[in-house]
């Protein structure tokens, strides 16, 4: 049984070692087993696509029927045959049982449960129902879907709460997410973990005893198949369990039900006829399956994609590939070769398309196909067409930024450090986890160890990402003999992911270092020059334009703790002829800073090595160094290793004997890793290889200086 724990939707929340030396403040610290008020086990793709959408033409469900997305699909299924003479669906008209059994015996047959051998349950009211019925009734008892008894109620309409056992009695059958324990408590597995539902309805915890049914219906809410009736009158932390109602004791109509059945099937295999193809908010999922909806394994399928406004011009007259994007693995466009993906034991495999992280403005259509080796697309090849909106992706997390306010090397005692996950994926910040739809969590432990050895480890946090991706945690330590001097505490933090979060050799510092741990020293030792950090910043490549081009470099010096120390005295100095940079010391200022500009006269093709140094009375201590690239016009047609580069400026800076830049715009044309993308992927991988300092190769061609008109084709990595 899961308790009902307070919620903490904000704020930051203290957790403290009893000796009060040590604390660490969580933002959004989600309890365990607290009620979430959140579904958790939703289904990202569905049952009803493709051929399964095609208006089943019932004259009583109109085109913007609230259920008629639902009803034509499981008509496409034949899990419904009208009513009457197939003409129309009645879909106000109350579910029986009878009528329940047989929607459920259906279903599960299109899933690919086998009902073929049936035998007598035992119920004494069923002899008078159609033949169908019965077969049903008993076939769902045979393999578990439900339970056996004296009497069945088949004229009886169906409740909710008798709705919720059926459809989870199918799903415990057709899908390894659901099952049912010992007790009689419905599982839901989620990667490795399998648990009870952490939420419920307060009406249906009052209403219903049998606490199987109680189970079924919290688990049917986070498997995303019931939202609810209504909403409760009391909201938030005043209302127990979720801020819905359920009304367990309800019927459930005949439109109502499709949208059950639909739901529910989504966490199946259940897929059309033929190849189908979904976008799960980062990649392209394709199904295939037999003329008997069975899975289709080892079909080799081919995926190729455009930005909508593009969609015009894929294909030429004689219907071949005019332009369009393969999807990553494929090595030839519109052609099925050794290196497309190919379907699994499930009838489906994930095509990565790196260009889709990000759907492009207006949005991007999808072709998706199979066939046999060597086979190109022509006039009459079968291509499924997924059309994607431009706001449909929702990014999946594969690593989590790890950014501190640590400016220093130590923190004083007292004082607060603190730390920020971001998600991130290979384009960018993301919003959600690994699973592109909820938040990522990871535990937090902290440990603290005095300068005689003594260790003390600070209860273990729970972290959960915002709806910004972000997680945030602090670590402050006090000072442990307020009346001494020279007492220091190490501080080390360990992240491990817990619920839907990047593995910890995916936690990472801006650098691509590993930041799953790391420790900061806490102390009360004054600061000092003796252990100051000098940094050197300027730009990181300047455009050799004319005779000369002007720079800044600024030297910082902070002590051990990030502070500035008044009176440092700091100078540049250049490898560099061409640099005309004074030799002089100049004192920092309040912020521990000092700028120098200084002219360069030099070619372009040239770089320079900067070198800082500082000191109290004179520079004389080695500091930081930094390299700029004086970069000059590349050529017509290159291939050098990216060494700078600024994508505001769409500019990008490569060296391998001597530095050139490069500059692109929307009209020209974009690879990565061989495949053509979008300009915003492109720039997304540049931006993240300059982030890490990784010297990708760019190869280009067709490049003229201030010549737009000309389309340039660049290739990275």
Not at 216 to 236: F, K, N, Q
Not at 337 to 351: F, I, K, L, Y
Not at 603 to 620: F, H, I, N, Q, R
Request: hydrophobic share 40%; net charge negative.
């Amino acid at each position: 049984m899961i308790q009902q724990l307070n919620k903490q939707r904000s704020g930051w929340a203290a957790l403290a070692a009893s000796a009060l030396i040590a604390s660490v403040l969580t933002a959004g610290a989600v309890p365990a087993g607290a009620v979430t008020d959140r579904a958790d086990h939703t289904a990202r793709l569905s049952a009803c696509v493709g051929d399964a959408t095609a208006d089943q033409l019932f004259t009583d469900v109109s085109p913007d029927h609230v259920f008629g997305g639902a009803i034509n699909c499981i008509a496409y299924y034949e899990i419904t045959q009208g009513t009457g003479d197939g003409t129309t669906y009645s879909p106000n008209r109350d579910v029986t049982r009878a009528q329940m059994a047989v929607f459920i015996a259906r279903a599960a047959k299109a899933a690919g449960l086998d009902l073929d051998d049936v035998s007598d349950a035992g119920f004494s009211d069923i002899g008078e129902t159609w033949q169908e019925a019965q077969d049903a009734i008993n076939g769902l008892v045979s393999v578990g879907v439900i339970l056996s008894g004296d009497n069945f109620r088949p004229e009886d309409p169906i409740t909710r709460a008798e709705m919720a056992t059926f459809l989870i009695g199918l799903l415990s059958k057709t899908t390894g997410k659901v099952s049912v324990s010992a007790g009689s408590r419905v599982l839901l597995t989620k990667g490795s973990i399998t648990a009870e539902a952490d939420d419920y309805f307060a009406d249906a915890f009052a209403q219903v005893s049998d606490p199987f049914t109680r189970s079924a219906i919290s688990a049917l809410y986070e498997l995303g198949v019931t939202r609810g009736t209504g909403s409760t009158p009391l909201t938030g932390d005043e209302q127990p369990g979720l801020d819905l109602f359920y009304s367990p004791e309800g019927t459930v109509d005949r439109g109502q039900m499709a949208a059950f059945i639909t739901r529910a099937l989504s966490h199946t295999g259940l897929r059309p006829r033929g190849v189908s193809a979904q976008y799960d908010g980062a990649e392209v999922v394709v199904s295939v399956r037999d003329a008997s909806l069975r899975p289709v394994a080892g079909a080799v399928v081919d995926v190729f994609w455009v930005p909508t406004v593009d969609a015009n011009g894929v294909f030429a007259d004689d219907g071949t590939c005019a332009r369009a994007f393969k999807a990553d693995q494929s090595a030839g466009l519109c052609e099925i070769d050794e290196a497309d993906p190919v379907t699994e034991s499930g009838g489906e495999v994930t095509v990565a398309v790196t260009g889709l992280r990000r759907v492009p403005e207006g949005g991007a259509v999808v072709w998706a196909w199979t066939g046999q080796p060597d086979e190109t697309v022509v006039r009459g090849t079968e291509l499924y067409r997924l059309d994607i909106a431009e706001d449909a992706d929702s990014g999946i997390a594969s690593e989590a930024l790890v950014t501190t306010t640590l400016s220093g090397s130590r923190a004083r005692f007292g004082s607060s450090v603190a730390y920020t996950l971001q998600l991130r994926d290979i384009v960018g910040n993301v919003t959600h986890g690994v699973d592109g739809a909820l938040p990522a969590q990871w535990i937090l432990n902290v440990r603290t160890v005095d300068g005689n050895g003594n260790a003390t480890d600070l209860p273990a946090q729970q972290l959960e990402s915002d709806n910004s991706g972000e997680a945030d945690f602090r670590i402050r330590v006090h000072d442990p003999n307020p009346g001494t001097s020279g007492d220091q505490v190490t501080a080390t933090y360990t992240l491990a992911a817990s619920d839907n979060a990047p593995p910890e050799y995916a936690i990472v510092h801006a650098d691509g270092s590993p930041a799953a741990t790391g420790s900061v020293i806490f102390s009360d030792a004054p600061g000092t020059i003796a252990q100051a950090t000098a940094t050197i910043e300027t730009r990181d490549y300047l455009y050799v334009s004319g005779p000369s081009v002007f720079n800044v470099v600024a030297v910082t010096v902070l002590d051990q703790y990030g502070s500035p120390i008044p009176g440092t005295k700091v100078k540049v100095v250049t490898d560099n002829d061409g640099s005309l940079l004074t030799d002089e010391e100049f004192p920092v200022d309040r912020r521990g800073s000092y700028r120098f500009a200084y002219e360069y006269t030099g070619p372009g093709s040239e770089k320079e090595t900067l070198t800082a140094s500082y000191g109290s009375e004179t520079a004389d201590q080695s500091g930081g160094t930094a390299t700029v690239y004086w970069a000059d016009d590349a050529g017509r047609t290159g291939s050098q290793n990216v060494v700078a580069g600024d994508i505001r400026r769409r500019e990008i800076v490569v060296d391998d004997d001597a530095p050139v830049m490069v500059a692109y715009d929307e009209n020209d044309r974009f690879n990565v890793a061989g495949v053509p993308t979008t300009m915003a992927d492109f720039e997304a991988r540049l931006a993240a290889a300059l982030r890490v300092g990784n010297q990708d190769l760019l190869t280009w061609s067709n490049y003229r200086v201030g010549q737009e008109d000309l389309i340039a084709e660049y290739s990275l990595g």
